[in-house]
């Protein structure tokens, strides 16, 4: 009878956990970098944002946590390094409670510190690109991505220092592929012919947990 209790007890803890994974979607932070740590499905998902269909990826790394002595730390939801060098941030915010720009600046300056190394002469620093991706539209304009970039505010020239941002609204409606992106985020369902690892991996975490 003690087997058999706790036989019950571990398959009503498993139907459980199975009803809270069903409900998770690529908003929540937990399933995101579970989804993202799969290479291809993080390539997939750079390729949309960035708008490069060649972006390779070297490494990935969820939950990049970064430590500081005597300031404060943070913790990269992904972290990954490109075959050309540079770095990508990804974070993804559901709430609109933060002061994202300076946030995302904090962080982009600790990725630069952490993969920085000593002696290294400021030519060789590596280009970070912070992709903020959002559960709300934070710039208000109904686009699917902003890119933020430095520019010479009397001529109006881009001026590329190596550091960029990209912010991906995964409401928006405006027929890009980063907008089906966002959809599919939204509900992250099924299969989705035009993010077959992102809705492979997706489906694969959802049913092994049966």
Known sequence: FLREGKMN???????QLSRVIKELNLTDDI???KVAEEKDA????LRAITEEEGLQLKTVEPQKFIRNC??????????????????????????????????VRYEASNIDTLMTEKGVEF?????????????????????????????????AVIVDNGSHEIYF?????????????????RKTEGVCPEFPAISA???????QNK
């Open 201 to 207: 991996r997706v489906n694969y975490l959802k049913m």
């Open 42 to 45: 993080c390539e997939e998902m």
């Open 9 to 15: 007890r571990k398959n009503d803890v498993r139907r």
């Open 70 to 103: 005597g300031s404060r730390s943070v913790c990269i939801d992904v972290l990954c390094t490109a075959t050309d060098g540079r770095i990508f941030g990804i974070e993804m915010q559901k709430s609109d409670r933060d002061h994202h720009l300076k946030r």
């Open 31 to 33: 399933f995101f970098g």
């Open 169 to 185: 609204n995964i409401h928006a409606s405006d027929g890009t592929l980063a907008a089906k992106l966002g959809e599919y985020m």
């Open 123 to 155: 030519g060789q620093v590596p280009d970070v690109c912070m992709v903020y991706i959002t559960n709300f539209d934070l710039f208000r304009r109904g686009c699917a991505l902003y890119h933020v970039d430095h520019m010479i505010r009397e001529s």
